[in-house]
């Protein structure tokens, strides 16, 4: 069974725009990632928040994490065609593997 | 660094036919994952190896799937006989053991299966 659900399912924006992607999860986590797929190929790590983080930068993207409520969000600002492509969050708990949730798939307009 | 190489890239088999696919991780990662994904859904794991000890197959198809990962690095995943709802995305993902808490996996590019 999955872990997470993303929500948006879908999402089409402008370039230039910000996306929020948000994820939400069942039971409790070490740590809670996010990846991206590009059609056809496999995943790559974007970002990786622990437990007791609340939130998190790297260059573009901007991840939050609230335990209380399991839930996070994912956002893109200032979006380029090339970040086309589908968002998964994944949950990590005691036993070093993740799950995955069902994806947003993220469409950026030029 | 070499990322994860898988093979067969593509796979097209008639269903009650046998399947193998090949995953080399990166070099040093005692870590091995086998995930399965169905189009427009996430990655499910299917069997994850320390080593070369199995961790997790509790969502593996033990009737007609198996997997091994001998001398700790390359792993082999089999289908036989292979079924219609096994067409889908096989992904090897690989990652190292000592950063306890952060297990951030390398993806393959996936061996992509269709059953008819």
């Known amino acids: 069974s999955q872990q997470g659900e993303e929500d948006p399912q879908a999402l089409s924006i402008q370039e230039g725009e910000n996306a929020t992607m948000n994820c939400s999860y069942k039971?409790?986590?070490?740590?809670l990632q996010w990846y991206r797929q590009n059609s056809g190929r496999g995943l790559v790590h974007l970002i990786l928040i622990r437990s007791n983080e609340r939130e998190k930068h790297s260059g573009r993207l901007r991840v939050t994490l609230d335990t209380s409520k399991k839930s996070s969000s994912l956002l893109i600002t200032a979006s380029r065609a090339a970040d086309t492509a589908s968002y998964f969050c994944a949950t990590s708990g005691s036993a070093r593997q993740l799950t995955f949730g069902s994806g947003t798939q993220l469409t950026v307009l030029p | 660094e070499a990322g994860v190489a898988q093979s067969p890239r593509y796979k097209i088999i008639e269903k009650r036919q046998s399947v193998a696919f090949w995953c080399n991780p990166i070099?040093?990662?005692?870590?091995l994952y086998w995930y399965q994904q169905i189009l427009g859904q996430g990655p499910k794991l299917l069997i994850q190896?320390?080593?070369?000890?199995?961790?997790?197959d509790s969502q593996l198809p033990k009737d007609r799937f198996s997997a091994e990962r001998l001398k700790g690095v390359d792993s082999t995943l089999k289908i036989q006989p292979a079924k219609l709802e096994d067409s889908a995305v096989y992904l090897c993902?690989?990652?190292?053991?000592?950063?306890?808490?952060?297990?951030?996996?390398?993806f393959g590019a996936g061996s992509r299966l269709t059953v008819l």
């Open positions: 190896f320390q080593n070369n000890g199995v961790v997790d």
């Open positions: 070099s040093g990662h005692a870590t």
């Open positions: 039971t409790s986590i070490n740590n």
């Open positions: 993902a690989s990652s190292p053991f000592d950063r306890p808490g952060a297990n951030v996996l390398t």
